[in-house]
């Protein structure tokens, strides 16, 4: 009978023991993940202020140049910015990304945004929680953001409209043939891209020379994630007859045609109208494969986001609309902006 006692006191023991160190185990592995996606851990007593970046493609050249206007401009004015999810393993919507933010009480988020019923209440949140919203290059048109810093879309329009009637006057097609092009927009809606493609179907049907000789489609692309974009435009070469005239919004969709028309041998067949300046596109222009692209002043973006959390803080309100300066590139200026040999990944 003790050596059944022992060994059922011996059991107790050990499981009391194993518990014990499940319970650690757990306790550290929370306390890691928090640290890790809690983004006030180490910096709201080094700063006055706490910002967060948060977009859905923080890895671009693109959000990573806006990034780096907006920290070089916060910590000039006592603000720590931070582009909220990098760094960390998990694949984070901007959805989840917000509820973060709102969770972690920061002093202010810059947004890019999307028209959707979800976005619009999380910034419906973070307002209740006193978090000003500044949206930047995609907005939430009917939310409560304070401001709204943009390219200037309207404008935008005009310019690849111009690009379109160009490159359509130089083509040389049968009788009672229409020049297509294709407009690359978002699956989720985006007030930006709806009035870019908008404005550049108003600019051809009210263009006496042009509105009988272009058609235009958009042609939706799941942008949920890199991969699905490559696959959404790989889908659109698969097709029998391809667009004349491709024209992209963002820069991946400008990266990701660019390495269709190469892979299917498409080059002279299809003209890119691209966005922003990366080294990648400025590559494709110099080769004379993408026609013409956007440079967005996005460091100046950046800027301009933190200043109107600032302004807001200082005065309880700011101007709702913020426009950055835009510069075509195409071969006649492509010298003063590329140079072969960079070190960035470039389409072979």
Request: charge should be negative; glycine fraction near 6%; aromatic fraction near 8%.
């Amino acid at each position: 009978m003790k050596r059944k006692h022992r060994g059922t006191r011996y059991f107790y023991i050990v499981t009391y023991i194993a518990m014990i160190l499940v319970t650690v185990i757990v306790t550290v592995g929370f306390l890691r993940v928090y640290l890790r996606t809690d983004p006030r851990s180490s910096r709201k007593e080094t700063f006055n202020r706490y910002y967060v970046l948060i977009t859905d493609d923080k890895d671009s050249m693109f959000w990573q140049s806006v990034y780096k206007g907006a920290s070089d401009y916060g910590l000039s004015h006592d603000v720590y910015v931070e582009c909220l999810g990098e760094g960390i393993s998990n694949d984070y919507t901007k959805a989840e990304l917000m509820r973060m933010a709102i969770a972690s009480k920061v002093d202010g988020i810059i947004l890019n945004a999307d028209e959707s019923e979800e976005m619009e209440q999380l910034i419906s949140e973070a307002m209740d929680a006193s978090i000003p919203v500044v949206t930047v290059n995609n907005d939430c048109s009917n939310s409560r953001r304070i401001s709204y810093v943009e390219v200037g879309n309207y404008n935008l329009s005009k310019e690849y409209s111009k690009q379109i009637m160009e490159i359509a006057g130089n083509m040389i097609t049968e009788e009672g043939q229409m020049v297509n092009v294709a407009v690359i927009v978002n699956s989720v809606p985006s007030s930006g891209q709806s009035i870019i493609s908008a404005g550049i179907q108003e600019s051809i049907e009210n263009s006496v020379d042009f509105s009988n000789l272009i058609s235009l489609d958009l042609v939706t692309v799941d942008e949920s994630n890199s991969f699905a974009v490559e696959e959404s435009i790989r889908d659109l070469f698969m097709q029998e007859n391809l667009p004349d005239i491709i024209v992209c919004l963002n820069e991946l969709d400008t990266t990701c045609v660019y390495q269709a028309v190469v892979d299917f041998n498409k080059v002279g067949q299809v003209h890119i109208l691209g966005y922003y300046d990366s080294t990648t596109i400025l590559q494709g222009i110099d080769r004379e494969i993408i026609d013409s692209t956007i440079k967005i002043d996005t460091v100046e973006m950046g800027e301009l986001a933190v200043e109107a959390l600032l302004s807001y803080e200082r005065v309880g309100f700011v101007n709702q609309y913020n426009t950055v300066d835009i510069i075509l590139i195409n071969n006649t200026n492509i010298k003063e902006y590329y140079t072969e040999g960079s070190n960035e990944t470039q389409v072979q």
